[in-house]
């Protein structure tokens, strides 16, 4: 896809060569004498157009206008929340269609937030998934448009919503493959593709370099499997080698089935999505690549399958974690947070400025957060303030959780140094509280992303969150 940002002024909004220009029209919309706001004023004042977020006004052919297909769409005060409705319910009346080539007119300069839900919105709205389908006609927009009165104010906005939906996509593009079709190796195939962009570097580590580095956590999660596990190494450095890292570690079990300890038939389709925390490192990776900004950023990805076998590790095993801290394994399905705190531990390494973990980490969080925000989880409180608000620029909204030392108590085991799983209730605090054993020696946050990462249902299909979160939290944290 082609994305352009340009000058808007009412002319070019009607006379662009497009198929469709979208037309985003606020309450502050102000009637000039120019044939597009003289047919919107008109609009309003019947009531075709009602000022109310998401209501729009089909146009085919006006009089006078280039553009075949006008659609007015009303953003109210133009809060994110309604620039998303609004473009979402465009594109369901466009898609039909199947429009190649669209424009975005903002006849008021709209705020940076603004601009990039109305691209996030349109891409993901107009991503067709084909990878294993015999027909491989994927989306029909091809170029995309975007007009603003001043351009020039918001270019850095628009290259950073560009690479975003790019690493977004690439993100969900991977969350959405079969687990046939998306094994370790793929993963570790989709991160040394990376390393052809400047700045980018890639190792890859399979079963005798991890068992060496005694990540004995991960083995046993990986062991169930005829796939062979990866940890694979990703490094961005576009600051100085002295800087601190940022390091993400995602969690890419490419099939949960939750081993001996098995989870019910129902939905465990479902489970080919419990990578998508790595899929997100990956994508934050593709946007860096893009951006290529002054910063050092490192990725981890831990990632097998947790499968039943004669090999398994089975309930009430005790393994020995890289830290040389023990773990019984009371329930073989909380096998997230064990590949996890192996590679917590080998952050170590980097002298890191701060961890993220982003992982489909407990069905707890989708109860506690539903899917709507992802929950995260840190003691530290200006990293916690940087998240939350990373998550509000790039409407990939987040929210606090508790660690109150009191939730690891369940963890205690008489057979080794911590147990895998308390009990059921506050199941994605336990879980947090779990890793944080393993987070002793940096500033660190847990995401848990079970909530948010794909859709159920009809819709069914990854997100590409947190994408957008972690790069704002990237590019706006200094120091
Ligand atoms: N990958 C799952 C978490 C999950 C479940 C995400 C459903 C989204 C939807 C994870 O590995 C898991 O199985 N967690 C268990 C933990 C339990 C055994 C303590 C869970 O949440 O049930
Ligand atoms: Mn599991
Ligand atoms: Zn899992």
């Known amino acids: 896809m082609n994305f352009e940002l340009k000058i808007f002024n009412s002319s070019s909004a009607?006379?662009?060569?497009?198929?469709?220009?979208?037309i985003l029209v606020t309450n502050a919309f102000k009637a000039g004498k120019d044939a597009l706001s003289v047919l919107i004023a008109k609009a309003l004042k019947s009531g075709d157009l009602a000022a109310k977020a998401g209501q729009l006004l089909d146009i085919y052919r006006p009089v006078g206008f280039l553009t075949p297909r006008v659609v007015l769409v009303h953003i109210a005060e133009g809060a994110?929340?309604?620039v998303q409705k609004a473009v979402s319910a465009a594109y369901a009346v466009i898609k039909s269609a199947k429009p190649s080539h669209i424009k975005i007119s903002f006849l008021l300069q709209p705020t940076p937030q603004m601009l990039r839900v109305a691209l996030t919105t349109l891409v993901d709205a107009s991503y067709v998934y084909t990878s294993t389908k015999s027909d491989r006609q994927g989306r029909s927009v091809t170029r995309v448009v975007v007009a603003v009165p001043d351009e020039k104010a918001l270019q850095a906005c628009f290259d950073r919503s560009v690479a975003a939906v790019n690493g977004i996509e690439l993100a969900k593009e991977w969350g959405n493959r079969p687990a046939n079709h998306a094994t370790p190796t793929h993963l570790a195939g989709v991160a040394k593709a990376l390393s052809k962009f400047a700045r980018i570097k890639v190792?890859?580590?399979?079963?005798?370099?991890?068992?060496?580095?005694g990540m004995g956590a991960f083995e046993a999660v990986a062991k169930g499997s005829d796939e062979p596990l990866r940890f694979i190494v990703l490094h961005y450095t576009g600051a100085e080698k002295t800087k601190a890292p940022v390091v993400l570690v995602g969690k890419g079990i490419t099939f949960d089935s939750g081993g001996i300890s098995i989870k019910p038939s129902a939905e465990m389709d479902e489970m080919k999505f419990d990578m998508c925390g790595a899929a997100s490192v990956l994508g934050v990776f593709r946007a860096l690549a893009e951006l290529q900004p002054n910063i050092n950023v490192v990725g981890l990805i831990a990632s097998c399958e947790n499968l039943p076998s004669g090999r398994s590790v089975k309930p009430g095993d005790v393994v020995t974690s890289m830290s040389g801290q023990t773990i019984e394994v009371l329930n073989t399905d909380a096998e997230g947070r064990l590949v996890l705190c192996d590679a917590l531990t080998y952050a170590e390494r980097f002298k890191p400025a701060v961890v993220l973990d982003i992982a489909t980490l407990t069905g707890a969080c989708v109860i506690a957060l539903g899917a709507v925000r992802s929950g995260f989880f840190t003691s530290d409180e200006?990293?916690?303030?940087?998240?939350l608000s990373a998550g509000e620029t790039s409407?990939?909204?987040?929210?606090p959780m508790p660690l109150d030392d009191a939730y690891a108590q369940g963890l205690k085991t008489s057979f080794a140094d911590v147990a895998n799983v308390a009990g059921r209730a506050g199941g994605s605090i336990t879980a947090a509280k779990f890793l944080q054993r393993f987070t002793s020696k940096y500033r660190?946050?847990?995401?848990?992303?079970?909530?948010?990462?794909w859709k159920s249902g009809s819709a069914k299909g990854a997100t590409g969150r947190p994408v957008g979160l972690l790069l704002d939290y990237l590019l706006d944290t200094k120091g």
């Open 444 to 453: 660190w946050a847990h995401f848990d992303i079970a909530g948010t990462a």
């Open 80 to 82: 994110a929340a309604d």
């Open 382 to 387: 200006p990293l916690a303030a940087a998240l």
């Open 14 to 22: 009607t006379h662009e060569k497009c198929d469709v220009s979208l």
């Open 203 to 213: 190792d890859v580590l399979g079963p005798k370099e991890v068992s060496k580095l």
């Open 395 to 399: 409407q990939d909204l987040c929210w």
